[in-house]
């Protein structure tokens, strides 16, 4: 899926986890693009995903807000999610916001995948 500076991207690395690729911009304008992606493997019955946001070049509070919306529906799910490979800048507003209290963060993807 794309649109205006989103990309998102999903592949099935295990028999339970998948990892979605988010490159680009996390805002207002592209944050369903990330919803829609994760609605859509948890109606396949993917309940455990690995964002592997390496690309991400930008993430308002919107951005945020849908990844702590998303781990709740992951729960709900009986479920997880977790962020990998948060660019510094991204990485620092996380912990300044303390979301590294409600949310598994990972340096890297292989380290989310362990």
């Not at 493997?41 to 690309?55: C, I, K, P, Q, S």
């Given at each position: ?96 916001l303390?979301?590294?209290q ?13």
């Amino acid at each position: 899926m794309n649109r205006s500076g989103l990309t998102v991207t999903s592949a099935d690395v295990t028999a339970d986890v998948t990892v979605i690729n988010i490159v680009g911009e996390l805002d207002i304008r592209t944050e369903e693009l990330v919803r829609a992606q994760a609605s859509a493997l948890w109606d396949r019955g993917r309940a455990h995903l690995v964002f592997d946001m390496a690309g991400l070049t930008f993430c308002d509070s919107t951005g945020m807000g849908t990844f702590i919306d998303l781990a709740q529906g992951a729960r709900e799910q009986h479920g997880w999610i977790r962020l990998a490979a948060l660019k510094p800048f991204v990485l620092q507003s996380f912990h300044l916001l303390h979301l590294d209290q409600v949310l598994d963060l990972y340096d890297t993807t292989d380290n989310a995948l362990t």
